[in-house]
């Protein structure tokens, strides 16, 4: 089911919500959990039931470990043994489903042999689900976590508004929120800030995001060849596509997760407006980057083994973001230009060179969009083609300006049609803009929702984008991170 749907907006979410609080006003309190977790078992079965079996058998599995590991009479080997066995198992779940054709494909290119595909079709959610319980796993092992109750553990895992594409929550922050009887009674002040945040969130996807998604698929998927104008706009449409698909998503969840009086962590805080490669990734998927760091990095050695091992750790750690992402060679490319440009930053402060803020910012957005293209390519030709447009392809303004630029013909610009290969115009220039000046310009929704009051005018304001939204649900458009 979609958030930017008729269906989960109109039905879903408010049947939801009114027999959860109603059971909980009756105390009802295990019922109303029950049927929370079963709305969202139907949330995430809505396009294919047999996957919830895997969600189902992930959520009994890891419940089970985990609660072994944090029990005191097992031997430390026995202990390490089953927290390994635990990850493998989640691993392997996560491998066989986002990676076997990947795997069978190369091995095909590698050995000259013909396997065939197993066309899988990948289960919603399942990087994220399984990311967040292998950090239930390696916490029950470090002794630190609680003797939960499984109804809790099972909603902490299912919870609809963050099931499907994040943001990766950790247990230590949902758990006892579950848990707390100060939740289970409306909170007029949680709605209140629940419905704008979700506005502002489904206004970006649907008036935003899928907007500029037509030129970025035009530009990627179906043109042939690209001249300068056009490969620019290809690429900045899918930078600011992203942006608003994944942080419009996050909003929609917080929102969503508000209604039911839980926060879920913050995920986005403006990172467009990064002055280094660092601080965008404490900015974007602010929750990956934690999981990243404190599961993979750290125990890695972090920056304690010495300086080559620390290039050494990011170089790993952003390969394995890379895959992470998604099962194809230009993923992981995309992980190791971040790796790299993590790198090069650590050894640009070491030397104490300064450069300008407003030069920082240029190389850190410009790279970023380089890098993004090979993120959003279906294989590195189409990356290939939008970056040699970009910088070698020909420059072709406007046909309304060769009577006022016509000198410029001497410097090899042409006029004519200067959109045409993906079927843009002065629209897709208007949107960028406008789409540059909120990302670098506006204060983004968490400040708005949660620095200052929500008040009778940012309500209005609310309810303008919330109804200029769902008066244009009038296609299906799913997330970009359903994808990983």
Not at 84 to 96: K, P, R
Not at 172 to 197: C, D, H
């Amino acid at each position: 089911m979609l958030f930017n749907s008729f269906e989960y907006i109109f039905l879903f979410l408010p049947a939801a919500l009114l027999l959860y609080f109603f059971l909980n006003r009756s105390r009802l309190t295990t019922l109303a959990k029950t049927t929370l977790i079963l709305a969202s078992l139907l949330f995430y079965s809505w396009w294919e039931a047999s996957y919830l079996f895997i969600i189902l058998i992930s959520v009994f599995f890891n419940f089970a470990v985990g609660t072994l590991l944090s029990r005191e009479n097992f031997s430390t080997f026995t202990r390490k043994s089953l927290l390994f066995f635990g990850i493998c198992a989640n691993l392997a779940l996560l491998g066989y489903f986002k990676y076997m054709d990947f795997f069978l494909e190369n091995l095909n290119t590698l050995l000259g042999t013909s396997y065939p595909y197993l066309n899988l079709a990948l289960p919603l959610g399942i990087s994220f689900f399984t990311f967040q319980q292998i950090t239930y796993l390696v916490d029950s092992y470090k002794k630190e976590t609680k003797e939960y109750n499984f109804l809790n553990y099972t909603l902490f895992v299912t919870f609809f508004p963050q099931l499907i594409a994040g943001p990766i929550v950790h247990h230590k922050e949902m758990l006892p929120q579950f848990a707390s009887k100060r939740n289970l009674f409306v909170n007029y002040r949680n709605i209140t800030m629940g419905l704008f945040i979700f506005s502002i969130g489904l206004f970006k996807k649907v008036m935003i995001a899928d907007r500029l998604a037509v030129w970025a698929t035009n530009g990627f998927d179906k043109a042939e060849s690209l001249n300068m104008l056009e490969a620019w706009v290809t690429s900045l449409s899918y930078t600011f596509q992203l942006y608003f698909d994944f942080s419009g998503y996050t909003d929609m969840a917080i929102g969503a997760a508000l209604l039911f009086n839980i926060k879920l962590p913050i995920n986005f805080n403006s990172p467009y407006k990064a002055l280094n490669i660092q601080d965008f990734w404490r900015r974007w998927h602010i929750t990956l980057t934690r999981f990243l760091k404190d599961y993979l990095y750290i125990p890695l050695g972090g920056n304690r083994l010495g300086e080559f091992r620390t290039y050494l750790n990011i170089f790993v750690v952003f390969l394995l973001a890379g895959i992470w992402h998604g099962a194809g060679w230009t993923f992981i490319f995309w992980g190791l230009l971040h790796g790299l440009a993590l790198v090069v930053h650590r050894l640009w402060k070491k030397a104490a060179i300064k450069i300008p803020t407003l030069l920082a910012w240029f190389i850190t957005f410009n790279f970023i969009n380089i890098a993004w293209v090979f993120f959003r390519a279906q294989n590195f030709n189409d990356a290939l083609k939008v970056l040699k447009g970009m910088f070698t392809g020909e420059l072709l303004l406007p046909a309304a300006l060769e009577s006022k630029l016509s000198f410029l013909k001497s410097y090899g610009v042409e006029f004519g049609s200067y959109l045409q290969a993906i079927g843009a115009g002065k629209t897709a220039l208007l949107y960028l803009f406008i789409s540059f000046l909120v990302v670098v310009l506006a204060k983004n929704s968490t400040q708005l929702i949660f620095e200052t009051r929500v008040g009778t005018l940012k309500m209005v304001y609310a309810s303008i984008l919330f109804t200029v939204s769902a008066l244009s649900l009038n296609r299906v458009s799913e997330f970009i991170y359903f994808n990983f």
